[in-house]
């Protein structure tokens, strides 16, 4: 229960399989309380004994089920069953004599679905469930009606039933709502790591081209280096297996990649599937090129660079909207396109950061419409207009 | 220990985090504000039956659309914009349940019980905890007061005995999905958009790393002189070419004397500049600010980036030594050659003592980079880890 809540509590930091194991781990838990009731219900329904126990045991075998599909990883799949578990639960309600309640029900049916925030689930599952609910108003009108009500049968069934089409409906909103602003925040996001990417990709190619410079040895061919790595990696996994120098061999191997065409030992069919499975994991942290490791490293330098300065222009890079008077939009277009001329940042043939743009590249840029986050249409007209004079001069 | 988990994050990121926010809190109040109306439409047919008395309906009518005014009236105050409309919504929900309330108190049957989940489910709309914790309690509350001193409002035509247990089990399972269902979306939604905050100034941060690792290698400067002759030159013939005065030429000139003073000292030598102009000139200054380098940076690199749909919603994206795909011994391998790389000397970072790094891996986001097991390892043996690094170590790089 105590890593259950830890891991609700973690939940952000969590994959999105992992989440969903979490989702289906919190339904099973409540369906559970469901099935129990539902033992007595069938009590009060008058079923049969036989009845009484099979269809609660039937439903707890389902939840068993569900939770071996957690086990395997089988998360969706898992989740799809846990939601028939709920429906097939009301249906059983249904047959009750307690009709409010079972209208209750069709909420908690859609709040289990509404629990694993996944829209097209929503939409089917839910769909069913809120149409379930309307019809079972519309045949249960005369007798769902409130004992203290005056108002009648249809001002009674029109209001159960708008409120559970309203709630269906705010909710798909929600969906609807939650669903773009989450992928546009995780399209802002892989294209910024993206462009960090590309950051590091220069920070390291400088490092290399230093290092090369001064024929200093790479890090990963300092035998004290890969004795400490070797030694660190056996003393962390004595915690996890008991001969813990098992690790040794893998570290080798790690070290011994650096000097390998990686990709090539990964589609390596000949090779051991442990050799290519390892070569494939590792890779990752190879220091040979600008890897996961190295970007990670990086993020961490960057905690001590910067300063805490913040105005509200810090991540604004639109000429045209960090500068209002017309004058300095077209000064700082110039200045720009000076810098992008004058200034070596591209890499060059022999993938050395030696290589400044030329005008046609620049060109070719400012026209584009992703430069668009950089200049406005009236700049790049201006530009176009007096293409020649940047040229020139500039 | 308590971790402290604001003590290595960026500073800037907290102000720009509220920036992103406030842009979807807009968005929210206009939908809620839509059901509202939508809400006060449905009422306002039942004001039309013959079997409803008017006066029933009037006062939760008049309440939406009090609240609505006062939705407007927050929106449109322009000072202070993100904490308006985080007031607005605090009384958008209580008054929602207010409504709702009333509503349930003036008719008293079940069928208008369960306005209190639609109630809910417009206040979840916000996506914000602590709305998602008031709605709850609202709901929770007013709910089980209600099952609990009114039972025989649940009674039905058919069913003159309800079986109130179930109805407040219902209920408890209804309001305890539903929250943990929003705490969940919530902490993800704002881990989202701390990592947009944190990557925005992770970029500045990265160019400048980027930049100082170039003047490493090559101690090449930016040649200011030769850009303002430049410009001189360009804006001579292109005012030449429109058939205007150089309006350019005072502004290189200004761009020049910031290279040495700051704005604000600049105001007695141009008389007819506000601090307001010239500060957006520095801005353009090469020498003493970052700025248009940053940007030309990002522009010259950053331009022809494409992300595809399934890059979106890959969980590869995010790195850390802890993929769930990964075995037991590469996040040992991976986590090892880091603290190794920590403590020692680097070109961009000089290498760091334990305790630093030991501080930095609790209290950051990178504690959750690393194996959960495997970060436990290390904060309860770190002095091992310290040792055998140091042993081994001890020439440097």
Request: overall charge negative.
């Amino acid at each position: 229960m105590k890593t259950l809540i830890n891991r609700i509590r973690h939940s952000e930091f969590l994959t999105f399989s992992e989440v969903l194991r979490l989702k289906v781990t919190i339904v099973n838990v409540f369906l559970m309380v469901f099935v129990l009731l539902s033992v007595f219900v069938s009590k009060t329904n008058n079923f049969s004994w036989n009845m009484s126990i099979l269809i609660p045991v039937g439903f707890g075998f389902l939840l068993v089920f569900t939770f071996l599909l957690t086990v395997v990883n089988l998360n969706r799949f898992a989740m799809h069953i846990s939601i028939l578990t709920i429906i097939g639960l009301t249906a059983y309600y249904i047959s009750g004599s307690d009709y409010f309640f079972t209208y209750i029900l069709f909420f908690v049916s859609l709040t289990v679905i509404i629990f694993y925030q996944d829209i097209l689930t929503y939409l089917l599952y839910g769909g069913f469930v809120t149409i379930a609910g309307v019809y079972y108003v519309y045949i249960n009108s005369a007798i769902m009606i409130g004992a203290n009500s005056t108002h009648g049968i249809i001002v009674s069934s029109l209001t159960y039933q708008a409120i559970l089409i309203g709630f269906y409906v705010v909710f798909l909103i929600q969906f609807l709502l939650s669903d773009s602003i989450y992928e546009k925040l995780n399209n802002e996001y892989v294209r910024m790591n993206k462009a960090l990417e590309r950051y590091q990709d220069f920070s390291y190619s400088h490092l290399s081209e230093i290092q090369e410079k001064k024929k200093i040895k790479p890090i990963y061919e300092n035998p004290d280096f890969q004795k400490a790595i070797s030694e660190l990696s056996i003393f962390i996994n004595e915690f996890f297996e008991e001969k813990g120098d098992n690790i040794a061999e893998v570290v080798e191997f790690y070290f011994f990649l650096h000097s390998q065409e990686v990709e090539e030992v990964i589609e390596d069919a000949k090779l051991p599937s442990i050799t290519r499975r390892y070569s494939l994991e590792l890779k990752k942290y190879l220091l040979n090129y600008r890897s996961e490791l190295y970007s990670i490293l990086y993020e961490f330098t960057t905690l001590f660079k910067g300063d805490d300065h913040f105005d509200e222009q810090r991540y604004e890079y639109n000429l045209d909207k960090l500068f209002e008077n017309r004058i300095d939009k077209l000064l700082s277009l110039a200045i720009l396109y000076k810098y992008l001329k004058t200034e070596v940042t591209q890499y060059d043939k022999w993938s050395k950061i030696n290589r400044k743009l030329t005008h046609e590249e620049i060109t070719e840029m400012f026209v584009s419409k992703e430069f668009r986050e950089f200049i406005s249409f009236e700049q790049v007209n201006f530009y176009l207009d007096n293409e020649e004079l940047f040229k020139d001069f500039l | 220990m308590e971790k402290q988990t604001n003590k290595f994050k960026y500073a800037q990121l907290e102000r720009f985090k509220e920036s992103i926010e406030l842009e979807h809190l807009k968005r929210k109040t206009i939908i809620v504000n839509i059901l509202m109306i939508a809400f006060a439409l449905c009422l306002t047919y039942f004001l039309f039956r013959d079997e409803v008395e008017p006066r029933k309906i009037y006062p939760a009518i008049i309440m939406l659309v009090i609240i609505i005014i006062i939705n407007w009236v927050f929106a449109s105050l322009e000072f202070d914009l993100y904490s308006n409309l985080k007031l607005a919504m605090y009384i958008t929900i209580m008054g929602v349940f207010s409504t709702t309330l009333l509503l349930v108190l003036t008719f008293m049957t079940p069928s208008i019980f369960t306005l209190l989940f639609f109630a809910y489910a417009v206040a979840s709309v916000y996506q914000d905890n602590k709305s998602m914790m008031l709605s709850s309690l609202s709901l929770m509350i007013t709910g089980t007061i209600l099952i609990l001193k009114n039972p025989s409002m649940f009674s039905l035509v058919g069913n003159t005995s309800p079986q109130i247990f179930y109805v407040l089990v219902f209920l408890i399972v209804f309001v305890m999905l539903l929250t943990l269902s929003s705490y969940i979306l919530i902490k993800r939604k704002t881990f989202f958009y701390n990592q947009i905050a944190s990557i925005k100034e992770s970029e500045i941060r990265n160019i400048l790393l980027a930049e100082e690792m170039a003047s490493l290698k090559s101690k090449h400067q930016i040649d200011v002189n030769e850009y303002f002759t430049s410009l001189k030159t360009f804006s001579d013939h292109l005012s030449e070419k429109i058939g205007i005065e150089n309006v350019f030429s005072r502004k290189i000139d200004i761009l020049k004397d910031l290279q040495i003073k700051k704005p604000i000292e600049l105001l007695d030598k141009y008389k007819d500049y506000n601090l307001e102009e010239l500060e957006a000139l520095n801005l353009m200054e090469l020498k003493v600010n970052e700025k248009m380098m940053i940007l030309a940076e990002k522009a010259s690199k950053s331009n022809d980036i494409i992300v595809s749909r399934k890059e979106i919603f890959s969980e590869a994206q995010f790195k850390s030594f802890a993929h769930y795909y990964d075995s037991t011994y590469t996040k040992i391998i991976s986590f090892a050659v880091f603290y190794t790389l920590l403590k020692l000397d680097k070109q961009y970072l000089k290498g760091l003592e334990d305790e630093e790094i030991k501080d930095i891996l609790y209290n950051s986001e990178f504690f959750y980079k690393i194996d959960r097991s495997i970060i436990d390892v290390y904060l309860n043996n770190n002095d091992v880890f310290n040792t055998i690094v140091d042993d081994y170590m001890k020439g440097g790089m």
